[in-house]
C-alpha cells in the first residue's frame, strides 16, 4: 500500500475563474483538472462554461467529496472525478488541460503531455511554467494580495 502524502495546493475561485477563461474553454468542450484537489474548477467549467469536466485526483478523501457534491448538485451527466495517479489516466480526449503542480511533477508530466495530447490542445499552468514549452499567453490575477501567474500552452 502507497502511503505517500500529497500536499493540494488550492485554487481560489477568482484565480480558477480566469484560468478557465484564459485557456478559452468553450461548451462543448472536454476540461481536464489533474490534480482537482477540492473540484471547484470542475464545477466551474460544467457551470459557467457548460463544460464536460474531468478532475484527476489521488486523495480519496476529497474523491469521495467530490463525488458527494456531483450527485447533490446533479452533475452527474456533466462532471466526472477519477480517482488516482494522473500519470496512468489516459488525458487524450482533452481539449484543455489545467493544472496547479509542483514543478518537479510539472518535469515529469511533460513527457505524457508531449505523448498523449492531440495538436491544438490548451494547457493552463498556475504558477509554475512547463520546460520545454514556450507560453503563448501569461496573465496575472491578484488574489488575497498574491500576483498569481498563469500560462497559457498549446500543443
Known amino acids: ?3 505517500t502524502i500529497f500536499i493540494f495546493l488550492y485554487t481560489p475561485i477568482p484565480v480558477a475563474r480566469a ?3 484564459l485557456g478559452e474553454l468553450k461548451p462543448g468542450e472536454t ?5 482537482c484537489g477540492k473540484g471547484d474548477i470542475l464545477f466551474i467549467a460544467a457551470e459557467e462554461f457548460n463544460a464536460r469536466a474531468i478532475g484527476i485526483e489521488v486523495q480519496s478523501f476529497l ?3 467530490i463525488k458527494n457534491k456531483i450527485i447533490s448538485q446533479r452533475y452527474e451527466n ?3 472525478v477519477i480517482e488516482g495517479d ?3 489516466q489516459d488525458i487524450s480526449s482533452a481539449d484543455l488541460i489545467t493544472l496547479y503542480l509542483y514543478q518537479t511533477t510539472l518535469e515529469k508530466l511533460r513527457i505524457k503531455l508531449d505523448e498523449e495530447l492531440k495538436p491544438g490542445t490548451r494547457v493552463v499552468s498556475l ?14 490575477v491578484e488574489y488575497a494580495g498574491i500576483d498569481n501567474k498563469i500560462y497559457l500552452y498549446k500543443k
Do not use: A, R, T, Y
Not at 31 to 35: A, K, M, P, S
Not at 128 to 136: E, Q, R, S, T
Open 1 to 3: 500500500m502507497n502511503h
Open 19 to 21: 484560468m478557465l477563461s
Open 31 to 35: 476540461l481536464f483538472d489533474l490534480g
Open 63 to 65: 474523491v469521495k467529496d
Open 78 to 80: 456533466k462532471i466526472q
Open 86 to 88: 494522473l500519470f496512468e
Open 127 to 140: 504558477i509554475n511554467k512547463i520546460d520545454g514549452w514556450k507560453p503563448l499567453k501569461e496573465k496575472h
